[in-house]
């Protein structure tokens, strides 16, 4: 996402009104360091080692970024992946017709390696910061035949083969798609180049879904024979509309270029905010790995950040809570393996400093969600149960127990307990599909013989059998 685009792409995500913001349950409540300096390198390679494939965790960065020291103490210790904010998108990479320049997306790169990182690519094609000749007056026929692949082969070989995934298509599905939609109309709800041309007449320009199996189809003859091809989109994780257009996108991609499944994937954004509605629970994100997994596709989160309507500790807190469900939903599944914090730190951020939407300060030091995450990465490493679903409040999720705080990935067990509502009774059963809690429930916390409560969200607790 690119700083240029703050002004009206905000406006589209999770739009929410401020609201307070539940008192939260932390690792670093229970023994997990706070303070002091975070060196992830032992831990993300424990994770890498539970997980049985290397986990990689990391954000963006560009090199004309001022604090340079700073970017790479923090890429030698605590981001362990590399994506080029800027540099290897198209108008950056192909500033003339078919001259192709990398300067930058490999500058990028070269930092990364320079300080024991991974890389991965950003991207291949966007409607946006397109150069000056796109879209230019070019044919349909030209568009798919010439002008995409041309530009993929061009920036996806130049990049060699060790780059571990590429969005090779960039938000090109509508805000405005509705449930039942077939892939060509989730797409063309976009409304953007080359789906109708650039003069604002809304002319339909490429009239099926070609541009895109043309993008992939290069992206796969060029890649690395391990490297992911993802489909990147914001506003999606949860059980809605756009997200159903994703993956139907990507089976109609599978089925139209023949790429095997497990070379796929879909990148999440998570441009979140810290409100209610402002993020996707726990559960369903799960859920929508799970979807994916159940076909060998890769779910990734790769942009996240967290917009703060101030920033109070309370704020603060809630930032680390959400923080913490979503790195736990990747961490827990087996078909998350990169995980993106977009913008390093705050005064970098596209959202602005006054969002205080990354996990360092404007100061470049690390926040309540820093701590957090590193501590969450650390109970996963150490193969401890996975926390109930902080971010719900601890009207519903209380983590008890200690951790080491040694930072070691050894630590003693993290217990959690969940707990429908202060008001609830716990001495009645709901039957079968009945409610048993959630925020505000003030009926029964137990469940009849064969089934358990189970959270749907967090203000929806079900009675349902055990899958």
């Given at each position: ?5 703050a ?10 009104v ?17 303070t ?5 390198v ?21 090199t ?16 362990r ?46 409607h ?20 995409i ?75 690395g ?94 930032q ?46 690390p926040k ?31 983590l ?44 029964c916390?137990?469940?009849v ?19």
């Open positions: 996402m690119s700083k240029l685009l002004s009206f792409v905000a406006l589209a995500i999770f739009a929410s401020a609201r307070a913001q539940p008192a939260v349950s932390l690792l670093i409540d229970n023994g997990f360091p706070s002091g300096s975070i060196n992830l032992p831990i993300l390679a424990q994770v890498s080692t539970k997980k049985g494939q290397t986990f990689h965790f990391g954000s963006t960065y560009d004309f970024e001022a604090d340079q020291s700073w970017s790479s103490s923090i890429f030698s210790t605590f981001y992946h590399v994506v080029s904010e800027n540099g290897c998108k198209w108008d950056a990479t192909e500033p003339s017709q078919g001259v192709s320049d990398l300067t930058e997306c490999l500058a990028c790169q070269s930092f990364a390696t320079a300080n024991g990182n991974t890389f991965r690519g950003h991207n291949t094609f966007w946006s910061q397109t150069p000056s000749w796109l879209p230019g007056s070019f044919t349909a026929a030209q568009v798919t035949g010439t002008i692949p041309q530009h993929v082969q061009a920036e996806i070989q130049g990049m060699g083969t060790s780059v571990t995934s590429w969005d090779v298509v960039n938000e090109v599905v509508g805000d405005g798609v509705s449930n039942g939609m077939t892939p060509l109309q989730c797409v063309q709800n976009k409304g953007d180049w080359p789906t109708v041309t650039a003069d604002g007449s809304g002319k339909a320009l490429v009239t099926d879904l070609s541009f895109i199996y043309a993008a992939f189809n290069t992206a796969f003859k060029f890649a024979n391990s490297t992911r091809l993802a489909v990147n989109e914001y506003n999606t994780g949860g059980q809605n509309a756009k997200t159903a257009c994703i993956l139907s996108l990507v089976q109609n991609i599978q089925q139209n270029t023949g790429i095997p499944f497990n070379r796929l994937a879909v990148g999440f954004q998570s441009h979140l905010s810290a409100n209610t509605g402002g993020f996707d629970t726990k559960q369903a994100l799960a859920t929508t790995f799970s979807t994916l997994a159940a076909e060998g596709v890769e779910a990734m989160i790769t942009e996240m950040d967290i917009e703060l309507n101030s920033n109070t500790q309370a704020n603060l807190r809630y680390a809570a959400i923080w913490g469900d979503y790195l736990d939903a990747c961490l827990y599944a087996s078909n998350c393996n990169e995980f993106i914090n977009w913008d390093p730190r705050d005064d970098l951020s596209w959202r602005g400093a006054a969002a205080a939407a990354t996990l360092f300060d404007t100061n470049g030091n309540p969600a820093a701590y957090e995450v590193a501590a969450r990465l650390q109970n996963y490493a150490a193969g401890k149960a996975e926390p109930c679903a902080t971010s719900s409040g601890t009207s519903v999720c209380t008890t127990g200690s951790g080491s705080g040694s930072g070691t990935g050894t630590t003693p067990p993290v217990t959690t307990t969940t707990t429908s509502s202060t008001g609830g009774s716990t001495g009645c059963q709901s039957a079968e599909f009945g409610q048993c809690g959630g925020m505000g429930w003030t009926g916390l137990g469940c013989a064969g089934t358990t409560c189970q959270e749907l969200n967090p203000f929806f607790f079900q009675c349902l059998v055990p899958s």
